[in-house]
């Protein structure tokens, strides 16, 4: 037997035990970061902290912004309610109406001072924006046009059923007019006057517009003639047809805008009267958007002052009562310009209020009564754009309070508007009709308390 050298031998075993003890290399240690222990991330890859720290900067000062506002108008708002406390509590008056209910602001930004009022934050709004993404049919719009025409009929406006409004004399400049304080005598409701005979006839074109006619004096309400809200291709869809185009309207002489929300004022109305001899009567705040748009003759009007219009030897009041909404077409021009509601009086007598949006405010419409007297021929009320209730309810009213609003000014006729145009909210489209009506039927004021049709043209006398 031939044997193995002995160095032969001792390669093998060694080299066995290389095999056996070979140090295996271990991969450095991970932090949570996903980086290695003392490795930098690289500058190309974002970074988690980074986005987190932005939205921290941005909603961190937002919701501290949020959080003052409120409490400076929750402040104000006491501070007010024991004024006009010390004001009323002697006898059973409202004389501490232009104490409780006169425009408030914080850090140069309208706020609502009211106490049923809830701030929106954008917290609220994204969130039910998000919701809406997941709805399928919103509004319940039906497929069938021709069962939509069934439902929503649409007719031809007429304007005035008595008279050739043609013939009516054309005013080639604005109404002399001027702006009387909250106090002014002239405003003040006169008991003993004779009431006036001339009827008013209203006709609705979609949302809160509406074409009124009273003594020859025309007026148009929150103009809308567009087919899309944001732009001329862009945000929600008409869901209804016009009962005219904007060149058909007879040229109003007055222009009434309770805000600027783009469902209440749109670019195609400013760009179609900017030159003529219609007077726009907007909101403390608003006239710095009528000018970047070139609309001339525009006059700003606060709350409880009023504009006194000259027509055929007639005067004419039209005052800016409050409102529970808000203002605003982009993020940056929220509350800017404030909101409000009309109230047009002839003769020391209430003839027309128009609320624009608003929610609803237990003693608001009962001080506005007492304030320009009762008996208003028509009130033009919201009663769509209410669900969800959570979220709507600090701004729009529902057909219920749309009837307590009618009962607060005592008005004779109410006509529900600001619904089946656009789908803005999650109500079935024709729900507020619908509910409105069953509520009036249920209290015996189905003749006085409705919603119209449109295009059709009403007389109330």
Known sequence: MIKTPLFGQNSRHLARRALLFRRVPVKPSRGFNGFRKNEKPLKSEPSRHYVLGALLTVLIPYTGYAIYVSCCASKEIEVRLKKSWDVERLAENYQGTLVKYLPLQVLGRYENPFDEYRIQTVYEFFCNRFVELFQRNRGGIPIDKKQMDLLMPIHTPRWDLDHDITKFKDNSKPLDHKILAPNSPEVVSIADQKPEKAALYNTWLGQSCNYIVYDELKILTDPLFSDFLLHETLGPKRITDLPCEIEQVPTPDVILVSHNHP???????????????????????????????????????????????????????????????????????????????????????PVLFHAGDTGYVKDLYTRIKDRYGPGCRLALLPCGQYCPEWHQRPRHINPRELIKVMNDLEAKNALGVHWGTFVLSNEYFREPKERLETLAEWKAIRGRCYCPELGRTEKFT
Request: charged fraction near 25%.
């Open 263 to 349: 469902d209440h004022l749109d670019l195609k109305s400013m760009e179609y009267w900017k030159d003529g001899h219609p007077l726009w009567i907007v909101p403390k705040g608003m006239k710095y958007f009528m000018d970047e748009h070139n609309v001339k003759n525009v006059i700003e009007l606060s709350w409880w002052e009023t504009c006194e219009l000259h027509k055929n030897g007639q005067k004419f009041h039209i005052s800016s009562t409050p409102a529970m909404h808000w203002s605003g077409r982009s993020l940056i021009d929220t509350n800017r310009s404030l909101w409000c509601s009309f109230l047009l009086s002839h003769q020391g007598k």
